[in-house]
């Protein structure tokens, strides 16, 4: 039985984004995947990485994020809120973010879920990144809403590509990077704006989506049969 | 005399990134700045956007972010360390980040000053983008360090186009969205696997790029005579 984790960043109970966070809970329970969840404003996530983070230090004097991230996890010392979410992850054959689109990327409580849980050694290495990156084998795939309408991004919009554009440090720069193999994800545009018949068509939408997620376009990530060894492009 | 805001995102005193701080701080200040400081860390800065933002609701019932951020500023009910960031914001004629990038973004404690310091109306609106932001007239940079060598992005890079490929989503995305006249950020590659003669001259050229700030590239930003009033291409 295939695991889903769902990584859900809002507030609110009854917003937009919750509800596709259910719909695709329902969708991905249905279609035989156990669900594990790191909603999170509900645990109250620290997404501010510290020192704190660190039990002990591999170098007293002087902090280096990576290098202590390396450090604390291989000596066990790493904070314990950490720990549970890398153990989510590891668990999981499928990570699913659900998340209101803030300033082109994720609100800062789940980009700092990534600063902290995806940590070096275990997701990337200097070598191992891209198809080589910790997480292999994974997949990845996401469902945003953002106010714009979907007529101002792609090719002819003025803020230009959005997934493929805009979004690039989230789809290939971190899912990506650290090895997962990135779906497509559902973007819902400008739904603070639209009547409840549209909310729940979308929704309707979402749900046929996850139903078929295996079926659908994967993120483009580069190919390292084209670099050499210190990925210089051959 | 122009004053400039520096916002500045490192836990650590002896951290090379808060050497990069200091240093533009000392060359803003020789060339005739007066400084304003927001030390993120230092400061305890909360990230995390919620409901506690708002002294008061324009809607009880459901939460749309973006719609209370209006509601709550021009009622005078906007959290007060918000206020206090955003009238540092207003104050400045030039605005510089320091952070060291974390998965091509700034980290999250500095995702969460845009999430909650850049207020829909005040920074921006439906149709006040770009250079009809809220805050055109305004200057950006930015000085970043990361891991990666310098060889690994741009146009023959594993990762593509840094500033200007997964970068967009900060300069374009953010601080060019708001109106602010963006100046090519200076960045720091591999910085942790430098000797400290190497790391020297990099503070070095930084002083040399901020002495000189305004002769440096800006970030190109959508021209909006190109699109209507809707934003449709012309």
Redesign the interface.
Known sequence: MPTALLVHAH??R??FVTAMRDRIAETLSASGHELIHSDL?EMGFN?????ADFGERGNPD??????EQRHNFNAGTLAPDLVAEIEKVKQADLIVLTF?L????????M??W??RV?ISGEFYGGKT??ERGGMAGKKASAAFSL?G?E??VGA?????PLVH??????F???LG?VGMEVIEPFVAHNI?YQPLEVRRKCLDDLGAYFADLDSKPRIPI?D?AN?GP????L
Chains 1, 2 share one sequence.
């Open positions: 507030s609110e009854d917003s404003y997404p501010v990485l510290s020192p002087h902090l280096v994020y990576a290098l209101p803030f300033w082109f990327g994720t609100p800062a409580i980009k700092g990534f600063d995806f990144i891209y106010g309408r007529d101002m002819r919009g003025i803020h230009g554009g805009m979004l690039r440090h989230l290939q720069g971190t990077y603070p580069p390292l670099f210190r990925f210089e492009q």
